[in-house]
């Protein structure tokens, strides 16, 4: 059974720094696409970043310059290091991995996790 698991969120005054992480397990095969996606109350999941397994990478307009994505494909693990946090930024961050396949599927899936609360005070 896949998990994914996050970490790293927390508070912090604007201007600050925060690094999400997300491992994926579950005796995973292979992942093509792992991302980060941020919601806030009243408003659908936006994408914030997403890296391919080629490591092409892609921003929200509204993080570009700010944010950073990078995966392990070791340790199956995607991170997010976010700098000058801004206000806007606050929301729940959740981690998406695309087409994962495990050694026992042969159909890629979709998983999300549980999501980590980021807040950024003014």
């Known amino acids: 059974q896949v998990q994914l698991v996050e970490s790293g969120g927390g508070l912090v005054q604007a201007g600050g720094s925060l690094r999400l992480s997300c491992v994926v397990s579950?005796?995973?095969?292979?992942?093509?696409?792992m991302g980060w996606y941020r919601q806030v109350p009243g408003k659908q999941r936006d994408l914030v970043a997403s890296i391919t397994s080629g490591s092409s990478t892609n921003y929200a307009d509204s993080v570009k310059g700010r944010f950073t994505i990078a995966r392990d494909n070791d340790k199956n693990t995607v991170y997010l290091q976010m700098n000058s946090l801004k206000p806007e930024d606050t929301g729940v961050y959740y981690c998406?991995?695309?087409?994962?396949?495990?050694?026992?599927?042969?159909?890629?899936?979709?998983?999300w996790g549980q999501g980590t609360q980021v807040t950024v005070s003014s």
């Open positions: 579950g005796n995973i095969f292979r992942i093509n696409t």
């Open positions: 998406n991995v695309q087409r994962v396949l495990t050694i026992t599927t042969t159909t890629p899936k979709d998983y």
